[in-house]
């Protein structure tokens, strides 16, 4: 139901624009303070001193492609399996759980997972994963189904082989909505990494969270501004 | 060449097909015709292994398809269907060249392949490049045929290939695929609940109905001789002038030439339901037959249609 | 020769019997593997886990005979004669489960004081899990909505029974529930009102929205764009992005500030619930009114409807049901995301789970975290059903 297409996608010079903004908010410490000196005249300190962004930037970096990584692994391989013969009896029940993880907040898995994984990024990992396998694995199933049954009808009817039908038919007409779904995990683990911080995994959320707790509104913007830029850059590009 | 033997199929319990036998000769074009549900296309599906019998067997040059892996069959059995099913992220090259590609053609013997295809179904060569998505109807249809043709299999099946064309379209595309028949003499088994099609195309017509088979023979044997009152019903009273459309003015014995020199003319390749449109327009019963060389060379009445066609061979 | 092969099999193992058998196997499995249980003299210090089976003595057999039971009853036919039995027998072993949990936290604190904590480890989780795939299969084999009901309100009655009589008292999510009382209902209040105050700010801001954007495309271009942005921007950074904003506001517009917005506090968050909330509920109005059959408006038109009454006789009641998935979602997410609060200073659950980040209780991160996640169901079952008596389908958005 309801399927939205929101308007234009894929404008490579906004793709440029934001890494340019992104990189120099990252690498050129002096030109953000003059920046944020402009935004907060009264703040006593500008930016975050205790570490540069750039080691922020590579801790969440990692964090989103080592957890991306492992939910398009699982996501593609559950959404396989759940259009098989084999798993079909669990598709239903599968989809219900997987909404209910949704409902979960994505920092409690992470507080939860704190006594079995230690402090870092490893509970941080296994929050991600669990909140960004469902839009894989619900797109990876939605394109599979949206493959027209007359199409695959005819690849069967000229000999192609169940694995064959998958690889030439079903996955490259599936690829769109497959890669929508990327975007969307890409989209929401930038989002919960910066909420790792919490349990001490790094990331963008170190100086947003220590600008709240010292009350200053320019080190939280420091560390806001790249990792909206960074979401920004991922919708835009995929 | 394809051969049923007391073929069943049920799903759930109703029986779809019915102690169904049926022999299909080398380079025949037979007709499964039917009301919707009379379980033509299940037969159908049965030769290539798309679907599996509860009893029977059916061979394919001798030789039972159950001993053959479904892929491998597939790939020698030519499959058209109505909806087309064209790959929309292929180009029409590759749609065609899809079975050439799984039985591991070269490139050059694919390209030269493809190429003749188009022309035989009457594409221009620069169609090749085009995606499915910017063909016409009717192109996406030749397409269809082409690449069922493409392996140059013995046997083609088809389920209603032109089904969901326009009427000028269908009927440009059945004249077209007959005489495809013809010049290839492929052994075709051809599904449709067309009785028009089925009778423009079929020189033998096996009826189907409730998963039986009703009545098997040429068009003018059904109806000559129905077997049954649904033979006669399912055809109805047009029947009569569809079997004339197949007969021409050439194969009926001609009588005398009538008078004077305004009496409407004919030729001998017109075909006998021209004929009889030419006499209900020209408010006459008795027209003249011109040969070749534009010579009167006799005469029909109205009473020699009528008659004489129940003669005819 | 008869019966040939092919690739789909004739018969097939009926899907609810794999999910129920599933559900058994790792019911049963869950008894015998991992931590079920673990026993700690105090919120701090690390101590001794147990598996379900050493926890629960015979009890413990006795749960793995009832998934036993259900596991064969998977396979009976037909189906739908065992479903209750099924469920109830599900709806009984997480009874079991619970009771035999709470008999154990009871002989360890009798044993070691009310200092002492006895937690739920994985195992218990997949017990959970265990529950609800025998449950949900055997919801679907059910008969009737009087056999489904008494599945579904069966787990519910024996866990409200089981709190009610004390039994579970000195389970450590309990204890620490006990001992953060008063937080916890000024919290749980807070948390409610983020959720639904930016629900129904969304609803009251965005179906007029949507409507608007349905009708012209020039203005749902932009709009979408702009929802679509803030959907993309990561939440906390968002949060951080509004406090200076807020801050200002507060400091410069006296009415402003005289109802609390401030940089610090519920305003920000309230708004980046708001702009998350917005999305779905533009959208499916949007969807609801393009999806309209263009054939029943002109039969509307064409009986005389004035625009008024085709609104609201057509457009409304047929639109509503996919308006309200909308605000499902929007509900459903608001109630998670409103954890934010907590970040900076404005309340909620999120309040109670950091606390028990802080103070290493993960029990007290659970008294913060199930009710978010109990809301979050209550909410879309609720929501669910409402669109199913508007004609909706209830499923997903």
Redesign the interface.
């Known amino acids: 139901m309801s399927a939205y297409e929101p308007g234009i996608r894929r404008s490579w010079p906004a793709v440029a624009g934001l890494t340019l903004a992104l990189a120099f908010w990252v690498l050129y410490e002096p030109g953000v303070s003059a920046v944020l000196g402009m935004l907060f005249p009264d703040a006593d300190t500008l930016v975050y001193e205790r570490s540069p962004m750039s080691r922020f930037a590579a801790e969440h970096l990692a964090l989103v492609m080592q957890a991306g990584a492992i939910s398009v692994a699982i996501g593609v391989a559950a959404g396989l399996l759940v259009v098989s013969p084999l798993g079909r009896p669990f598709r239903e029940v599968i989809s219900r759980i997987a909404a209910f993880g949704q409902a979960v907040p994505s920092v409690a898995i992470m507080a939860l997972a704190v006594p079995a994984l230690g402090y870092g990024s490893r509970p941080v990992l296994l929050a991600l994963v669990i909140f960004s396998v469902l839009p894989v694995m619900l797109n990876v199933v939605a394109g599979l189904d949206g493959v027209p049954a007359d199409v695959v009808e005819a690849g069967k009817g000229m000999g192609m082989s169940r694995s064959q039908r998958l690889r030439q038919l079903e996955i490259p007409l599936a690829m769109p909505v497959i890669m929508t779904g990327i975007r969307t995990m890409l989209v929401i683990l930038i989002s919960a990494a910066t909420l790792g911080a919490v349990v001490g995994a790094g990331g963008f959320g170190v100086p947003i969270m220590s600008g709240i707790g010292s009350f200053n509104n320019a080190v939280i913007v420091h560390g806001a501004v790249p990792a909206i830029l960074l979401a920004l850059i991922v919708d835009q590009a995929l | 060449m394809i051969e049923l033997r007391n073929v069943t199929k049920a799903y759930n319990g109703a029986v779809v097909v019915d102690d169904v036998s049926l022999t299909v000769g080398r380079g025949e074009l037979a007709i499964l015709l039917g009301p919707s549900g009379c379980g033509k296309t299940t037969t159908l599906r049965a030769i290539?292994?798309?679907?599996?019998?509860?009893?029977?067997?059916v061979l394919v040059d001798g030789v039972?398809?159950?001993t053959r892996s479904?892929?491998?069959?597939?790939?020698?059995i030519g499959?058209a269907?109505q909806?087309?099913?064209?790959?929309?992220?292929m180009s029409v090259h590759r749609n065609i060249a899809?079975?050439p590609r799984?039985l591991g053609w070269e490139r050059i013997r694919i390209d030269e392949r493809v190429a003749e295809l188009l022309e035989l179904v009457g594409l221009a060569p620069s169609h090749a490049d085009k995606k499915p998505a910017e063909l016409s109807g009717g192109e996406a249809q030749r397409v269809?045929v082409a690449?069922a043709l493409a392996a140059d299999p013995p046997v083609l099946?088809m389920d209603e290939p032109f089904g969901a064309l326009d009427p000028l379209n269908r009927e440009r595309l059945q004249r077209e695929f007959a005489e495809l028949h013809r010049r290839l003499g492929k052994t075709v088994v051809f599904v449709t609940h067309d009785i028009e099609e089925a009778v423009l195309l079929g020189d033998r017509i096996v009826l189907m109905r409730d998963g039986r088979i009703v009545q098997d023979g040429s068009p003018e044997d059904l109806w000559r001789a129905p077997a049954c009152d649904f033979v006669r019903d399912f055809f109805g009273d047009e029947f009569g002038l569809r079997i004339l459309s197949r007969h021409r003015v050439a194969d009926l014995p001609l009588g005398e030439a009538p008078e004077g020199d305004d009496a409407p003319r004919v030729r001998l390749h017109t075909n006998l339901r021209d004929t009889l449109a030419r006499m209900v327009t020209e408010s006459t019963s008795h027209v003249a037959v011109l040969d070749d060389t534009d010579a009167v060379c006799g005469g029909l009445t109205f009473g020699d249609v009528v008659t004489g066609v129940r003669e005819t061979r | 020769m008869a019966g040939v092969r092919g690739d789909t099999p004739a018969t097939r193992t009926r899907p609810t019997a794999v999910i129920t058998a599933t559900g058994a196997l790792l019911g049963a499995g869950a008894l015998f593997a991992g931590p079920f249980l673990s026993f700690r003299p105090n919120r701090v210090v690390d101590g001794v886990t147990s598996t379900g089976l050493e926890a629960f003595g015979t009890v413990g057999w006795a749960l793995l005979a009832a998934w036993a039971v259900a596991g064969a009853l998977a396979f009976v036919e037909p189906a739908r004669r065992t479903a209750v039995a099924r469920g109830l027998v599900a709806a009984g072993a997480l009874g079991v489960t619970l009771w035999a949990s709470g008999l154990a936290a009871t002989g360890y604190a009798s044993a070691e004081g009310t200092i002492a904590r006895t937690s739920f480890g994985w195992s218990f989780y997949v017990t959970l899990l265990a529950v609800y795939l025998v449950q949900h299969a055997a919801l679907q084999d059910s008969p009737g909505m009087l056999a489904r009901a008494a599945i579904v309100w069966s787990d519910v009655l024996a866990v409200a029974a089981l709190i009610a009589s004390g039994l579970l008292a000195e389970l450590g999510i309990a204890r620490e529930f006990a001992l953060a009382r008063d937080l916890f209902a000024r919290e749980f209040r807070t948390h409610i009102a983020y959720a639904l105050g930016a629900t129904a700010a969304a609803v009251a801001i965005g179906v007029p929205l949507g409507i608007l954007a349905a009708r012209n495309r020039r203005f749902e271009t932009p709009l979408m764009g702009a929802l679509n942005l803030g959907q993309v921007f990561p939440a906390l950074a968002f949060v951080g992005l509004m406090m200076p904003v807020f801050g200002a506001l507060g400091r410069n517009v006296a009415p402003l500030g005289a109802i609390g917005v401030a940089g610090i506090g519920w305003a920000p968050v309230f708004v980046v619930l708001l702009v998350y909330a917005l999305f779905p509920v533009v959208r499916n109005t949007i969807v609801a009114i393009r999806s309209l059959d263009p054939g029943v408006l002109d039969a509307a038109r064409g009986v005389g409807m004035s625009p008024r009454r085709l609104f609201a006789e057509i457009e409304l009641p047929l639109g509503f049901p996919v308006v309200l998935a909308g605000v499902r979602v929007a509900l459903v997410q608001s109630t998670a995301g409103a954890v934010l609060a907590a970040f900076v200073g404005g309340g909620g659950l999120g309040t109670i789970m950091f606390f028990g980040l802080e103070q290493t209780s993960m029990d007290l991160v659970l008294v913060g975290v199930v009710p978010i996640v109990a809301l979050a169901l209550v909410f879309d079952t609720g929501l669910r059903g409402i669109e199913r008596l508007a004609g909706g389908t209830g499923e997903a958005a």
């Open positions: 290539n292994r798309m679907l599996d019998i509860d009893a029977g067997e039972s398809v159950a479904p892929d491998e069959l597939r790939r020698h499959y269907i909806s087309v099913g064209l790959f929309p992220h899809t079975v799984l269809g690449r099946l």
